[in-house]
């Protein structure tokens, strides 16, 4: 279960139960391959933070849920979101929903 409200007013509120191609649990690390001269390449490894992550939420929504999170992305840059035992302050990137199906991206912040 998803859970999303705007950190500016608790009054909107989408619960959505994800469905298995959601991705909450994907973690990366800053790396680079970068090549050089002589042919061989060369690894930079930045670490790890979660600001690098990003949330990919898949499932089905009501047409109500389907307008309030229109609503919310129109007008609440700033989203809380709870999900799979963690929490995260999010800015919504990219909304989809074709048929009830939703697809949305999420970026975290800081």
Do not use: H
């Not at 061989?40 to 990003?54: A, E, H, K, L, P």
Request: with cysteine.
């Amino acid at each position: 279960m998803v859970s999303i409200t705007t950190q500016a007013s608790s009054e909107y509120v989408v619960k959505i139960k994800e469905n298995p191609n959601s991705k909450i649990k994907d973690f990366y690390r800053r790396v680079s391959r970068i090549a050089t001269l002589d042919g061989g390449s060369v690894v930079i490894d930045s670490g790890y933070t979660d600001t690098d992550r990003t949330l990919t939420i898949e499932g089905r929504i009501t047409e109500a849920q389907k307008t309030m999170l229109e609503y919310m992305i129109e007008n609440y840059p700033l989203w809380n979101v709870s999900a799979k035992g963690e929490f995260f302050s999010c800015s919504p990137n990219r909304m989809t929903c074709d048929n009830g199906k939703l697809y949305l991206t999420l970026l975290i912040g800081s």
